[in-house]
């Protein structure tokens, strides 16, 4: 079964500053999906970015960039600039497509110090 | 933008007591799901749901629970007897199975 390990339960950074949250996994596959999803205090669960396992470049959605290793099997994402708005908990996700079931990390919460 | 809607947004029932959840997915979508999410812990993945049948289950997803689309846009969730452990918020998503899953807002259930 794959898992998805998220190895910081809390991470803080400044405002404006840069953070990036690890995220690892185990799978068998060869081609797979990845996300990020954050999830405020409401409980939304919010696409941040996505990662198709067969594109080598890395994604990258505005102040929001992933570091995919696919031989380490290493998922990262990087915030750059960090805003207010991004405290939340942040849910690294595995799946292999279909109807596959998207497996989550147990997530970090991301707090911004003003 | 296409969304996924839940309702209720909370529910409140007593312990024994059958509930149904209700999702409406975005209409392209083939593939539909169900999660869980606990308190304070990650979201599980319980019920994927294609062509009209369950593709795959989770262990949590045992003889208590039952999924349903029963008139080509609704798609619920059914849990016959609740039990305390049920109080969660339950996701409904759904996706093309390439691009990412939509999610829903959600529905709290609180089982008393």
């Known amino acids: 079964a794959q898992t998805v390990t998220q190895s910081q339960p809390e991470m803080s950074v400044q405002e404006a500053e840069t953070v990036t949250l690890s995220c690892t996994y185990d799978t068998s596959e060869s081609d797979y999906y990845l996300f990020w999803y954050k999830q405020p205090p409401s409980r939304q669960m919010i696409l941040v970015i996505r990662?198709?396992?067969?594109?080598?470049q890395n994604a990258t959605e505005n102040r929001f960039s992933v570091n995919f290793q696919k031989a380490a099997k290493s998922f990262s994402l990087k915030i750059s600039d960090s805003q207010l708005g991004d405290a939340a908990m942040y849910f690294c996700?595995?799946?292999?497509?279909?109807?596959?079931?998207?497996?989550f990390g147990k997530g970090t919460h991301l707090i911004i110090q003003p | 933008e296409p969304e996924v809607t839940q309702t209720p947004s909370h529910q409140v029932t007593q312990m024994g007591q059958e509930v149904i959840l209700r999702c409406v997915p975005i209409s392209n979508h083939l593939y539909f799901y169900w999660y869980r999410q606990i308190l304070g812990q990650k979201v599980e993945f319980l019920v994927s749901f294609y062509n009209n049948e369950i593709s795959e289950k989770s262990e949590i997803f045992d003889d208590q629970f039952s999924v349903e689309r029963p008139d080509g846009s609704n798609f619920t969730l059914k849990i016959r007897s609740t039990k305390l452990e049920d109080s969660a918020m339950y996701f409904c998503a759904s996706w093309t199975g390439k691009t990412e899953q939509y999610f829903g807002p959600g529905t709290r259930l609180t089982v008393t």
């Open positions: 990662q198709e396992a067969y594109k080598q």
């Open positions: 996700a595995y799946t292999g497509g279909g109807a596959d079931g998207l497996t």
